[in-house]
């Protein structure tokens, strides 16, 4: 296993609210990726919490991949929403939350609001999460098409995020791995500019590093309104 990320603040916000964490021990790996919301109102400060809190209970549970991500979900929940209920500061702030923790063979994921993973394999891609969003709820209804909500002026409001309520569930995902396949966590500052097929001509080969350089270039060419994060696991076999 081999795994890379990037963050960036994009060209128009000021600050950046994504927040990413990664490792592996190249047998296994685990990444996840955070975006704020809340504007002014802290949403960096929920973003890198999450982040922090949803690794370190990954990387210390026991159980099935499906209990760990649970549970540090869980927990990570509890601490941006404790802490947005005694800080005035902190008040209306929450992120969204996609995480994979994988072996050479397979991957489990989770995520939480419209931040997503994409699954890499033989030069295909697929979105192995469904965003919690009101304009995936219209496409799942039939009411716009894929290629309409991409740009769709309400395509940022989300129905579900980690830290807003005092309990939130997230959705789980298992996908099988073969060598040499790739899951891409992305926060909607990447997914909003760049298409499914540009994802996957630059993240589906090639020196991980190098992946996401390019995936944030292309992304900063295109204005990138929105911060920006990209985090790349690679199964090499």
């Known amino acids: 296993m081999d795994i890379w990320g990037i963050t960036d603040r994009g060209k128009v916000r000021r600050q950046n609210q994504d927040a990413f964490y990664k490792w592996t021990n190249g047998t296994l790996a685990f990444a996840v990726v955070c975006d704020g919301m809340g504007g002014a109102r802290s949403g960096n400060i929920a973003s890198a919490m999450a982040a922090q809190q949803f ?9 099935s991949p499906e209990e760990r991500l649970t549970q540090a979900a869980e927990l990570a929940n509890d601490a941006v929403y404790h802490r947005a209920q005694r800080d005035m500061n902190c008040q209306g702030m929450g992120t969204t939350l996609v995480a994979a923790f994988a072996n050479g063979s397979e991957a489990h994921i989770l995520n939480i609001g419209d931040s997503r993973c994409y699954h890499l394999s033989g030069g295909e891609i ?7 969003s009101l304009v995936a709820q219209w496409v799942a209804a039939g009411q716009l098409t894929e290629e309409e909500a991409q740009n769709h002026p309400n395509r940022n409001i989300i129905t579900r995020a980690l830290g807003t309520e005092a309990q939130v569930e997230g959705d789980l995902y ?3 791995l073969q060598p040499g396949d790739r899951l891409l966590l992305c926060s909607d500052g990447l997914s909003n500019e760049v298409t499914k097929e540009e994802l996957a001509r630059l993240a589906g080969g ?4 190098d992946c996401c350089d390019r995936l944030l270039r292309l992304a900063l060419e295109r204005g990138a ?3 920006v994060t990209a985090v790349i696991v690679a199964a090499d076999g």
Do not use: F, K, Y
Request: cysteine-free; glycine content about 12%; aromatic content about 4%.
């Open 55 to 63: 690794a370190q209970v990954l990387s210390a549970g026991t159980g």
């Open 126 to 132: 697929w979105q192995v999460t469904r965003d919690h």
């Open 206 to 209: 090639g020196d991980l590093r």
């Open 174 to 176: 298992r996908e099988t």
């Open 225 to 227: 309104p929105d911060n």
